[in-house]
Structures are given as C-alpha cells and as structure tokens.
C-alpha cells in the first residue's frame, strides 16, 4: 500500500483518501449500522468510524510524518508535526442514516491541497492549493463558479451561536433575498463544491468559529482555488470570523453580506 501512494503528491494524497473514504461510505450504505451518541442530536455512525480509519490509512501510508486531526478519532500522530491533515469521513450523518444520498468525505491538509468526495455522485472535487478541478471516470474539468442559477444554499442546523445577532433563517425572509435568489437547505458541506462548480450562487452558515474546522475546511480550501469570495457573515476570513458565507462572485457576495448586515 505504500508504494501506491509514494509518487502522490499533496492532491493526489487527498483525493486518494477522500475516496477511499467515499468507497466505504457507499459500501455500508443501507445496512443496520451501530449509532455513536455524541449528545444534542448528534451522532455518528459506523460508517463514519470506518470511513476515518480508510482515510488515516491512506495518510499514513503516503505521509507517514504527518499529523491528523478527524471527526471521530481527535488528535493523532507527532503532537510537533509541521504538518496536519483535517479529516471529516462524514459530513451529512443524519442525511445518510435518514437515506438522503447528499453527504461528503472531506480531506485537507491544512493550508494546502484538499479533497471533497461525494460518494453517490461519482465526483471528487479538488485542489492543489492553487487550481481546482472535478474529477469523474478518470477525467479532470476545471471548477468555474457562476452566480447564473441564483440558487444559495442555507445551512439551517442547530446551534445557532450567532443568535440573536444572526440567524440564517431570518436570512430567507428578507425582500431582498425573495427578489433577487431562490433558497435551498442542504446541510453538508457537499453544498461548497457545488459553489465552486457553479450548481450553485452561494452557501450561507452561521457555524461558528471556523479555525481547524474539520467540517469545512476541505470546501473551504476548494472554494478558494476556484476563485469564489470566501468570509465569515462579518466579512472577515473565514478562519478568524464566524460562520461562513462562500460566493461565487464579488457581486453576489456583496448583496448577501448587506442583507446579513441589515438583519444583524
């Protein structure tokens, strides 16, 4: 297995693990899977237990130096590592225990390549840290964010740390957004690839401090490369502000953060 991944360089490495995360997420989907509580309503899977392992599998064998930080599995390798991959094997638990197929397998190296795999669509969307692409069947097509469909997906998952400054679903009511986009709920991180491929305008959270998000980070980092606008709802980075709000063009990012601004 080392030698398969010895030649990859930091991309390959991510879109590697990302799908072979993705494969063992498609492969256990369906069956009667073990639930991990983690309290509020969250959980997490088997799935996601054994997609992580594939994915850590993965890094070590490529990056055997490097440091891990995963959804399930928290801190692991040299506490002094230069260097930290982010892992969520799972993003859309609930999706995929309820049978919604709309799910990710993110993984980032922190500050540099990254991969979102989705593993019921076939495509794995990817970055180097500067160019980024979609890869299906074996072919690459470069990520081009449009605003065309006007569609923006909000992320109306509990908690709402921005409450009562900012709650996304006093967002969907405001005249302005009736007038100019069409609102959409996904709640997986799946919904940052779509901005960068242009499915989709833009995609609005209030998910709190975003720092050494295992959730987003991947997204984030693909998003980026492919030339979206990427800030917190207070317009800072998205790695010093809160919650996040990824467009894909200035224009659109501008009308969104006024309408957040207007509501706040």
């Known amino acids: 297995m080392i030698d398969s991944y010895a ?23 369906g069956r009667r899977l073990a639930r991990i509580d983690k309290g ?38 040299a506490a002094g590592a230069a260097r ?9 638990t609930l999706n995929y225990a309820a049978g919604t197929l709309v799910v990710a397998v993110n993984v980032a190296l922190r500050e540099g390549a990254a991969a979102v795999a989705d593993p019921f669509g076939g495509e794995v969307f990817c970055t180097d840290g500067e160019r980024a692409w979609m890869r299906h069947d074996g072919a690459d097509t470069p990520l081009v964010p449009t605003s065309a469909t006007r569609l923006v997906d909000v992320n109306l998952d509990p908690p709402f740390p921005g409450a009562p400054g900012f709650r996304a679903v006093e967002l969907l009511a405001h005249a302005d957004f009736v007038e100019r986009f069409r609102p959409r709920v ?7 690839t779509w901005v960068a491929a242009g499915k989709r305008a833009a995609y609005v959270t209030d998910g709190g401090d ?7 980070a991947a997204g984030i980092a693909v998003c980026r490369a492919a030339g979206c ?6 317009g800072a980075p998205a790695e010093a502000g809160r919650g996040l709000v990824v ?10 953060m006024s309408m957040i601004h207007s509501r706040s």
């Open 186 to 192: 996904v709640s997986s991180t799946l919904a940052l």
């Open 84 to 92: 930290q991959w982010l892992v969520d094997p799972l993003c859309g």
């Open 210 to 216: 975003l720092s050494a998000s295992v959730h987003f």
């Open 229 to 234: 606008v990427v800030t917190g709802i207070d």
């Open 40 to 77: 509020g309503g969250d959980f997490a899977t088997t799935a996601d237990v054994e997609a992580e392992k594939t994915i850590l599998g993965v890094i070590r064998a490529a990056r055997p130096d490097d440091a891990v930080l995963g959804e399930e599995g928290g801190q692991q390798g």
């Open 7 to 29: 030649g990859l360089d930091d991309a390959g490495v991510a879109t590697a693990a990302a799908l072979a995360g993705a494969d063992v997420v498609r492969d256990l989907y």
């Open 247 to 256: 467009a894909a063009d200035s224009e659109t990012h501008d009308e969104l």
